[in-house]
């Protein structure tokens, strides 16, 4: 089991927490925008796989990365990634940097505290943010920024799913001395309902993660492309209400995503916010979101 297809989800785009390669992202630009996200889909499809063997899945990594380097042919999502990373002068490492969290998702199931999780997220989210920015041709002085914002991202993911994680595939990215000094074992996750311990633990957490998200409200205002900026705008939005809906409902008992009609009304909060900044409406040039749940 080493083809990547052996592992497919059935997920794509479309099922996304998060817009990818949506209407704002200008057309010329969805071709590259699609092609690395199809080769980061199909990896994480092979790290989250259920029941597959961990050498079966870091083989199937190496098929991938393999491509990528041109070292062989075997994964076409792969190769088509890196024609067109050549065709438009982009660099692999951004790819090469998400192979390597899929890896640590197949050999690391815990993480010992906030620092080591923020090591993983600058592998396992950072190089998406910096991957949009460079195909946009934005400066790199926006890095610090969008790192910040894709590393909420990922928290917020975390957060969400962190029941379903350690029950279908074992996997903790709730700090373990976090939970260590609330008294718990990771085997609170797996309760029905999170005990007020634990509420306290993910208030914890959110509330570390809203100030990531605080550091990446800089971002929007930085970048020159319009439609990044409003892509931008919008996830830190959705990222910012799912935030504050996380202090107010439980993860394990209660839904904390957005549904469609509430993800389409923050979008519109977010183009409008970005609107206000890019016309000068907005106190000191940086974005401004109404509080949502």
Known sequence: MTDAAQFASGKDHTTENFPVGSFLIAPRHRPVVMAFYRVARAADDIADHPTAAPADKLAALARIEDGLTGRS??????????????????????????????????????????????????????PVGRFMLDVHGEDRSTWPASDALCAALQIINHLQDCAEDYREIDRVYVPLDALVEASLGVEA????????????????????????????????????????????????????????????????????HHGKVETAGLALKGVGAFAAMRLGLSKGGKLRHREAP
């Open 73 to 126: 042919t075997a994964d076409a999502n792969a190769v088509a990634l890196r024609k067109v990373l050549a065709d438009h002068g982009l660099t692999d490492q951004h790819a090469l940097d998400l192979l390597e969290a899929f890896r640590r998702d197949v050999t690391k199931t815990r993480y010992a505290d906030w620092a080591e999780l923020m090591d993983y997220c600058r592998y396992s989210a950072a």
């Open 189 to 256: 996750l797996a309760e029905p309902k999170s005990s007020p311990a634990l509420r306290g633990v993910i208030t914890r957490l959110t509330q570390r993660t809203q100030g990531l998200l605080r550091t990446s409200r800089d971002l929007a205002p930085q970048v020159r492309d319009a439609g990044i900026g409003l892509e931008v705008s919008v996830i830190q939005t959705l990222a910012e209400s799912m935030a504050r809906r996380l202090l107010l409902r439980d993860p394990l008992s209660e839904e904390t």
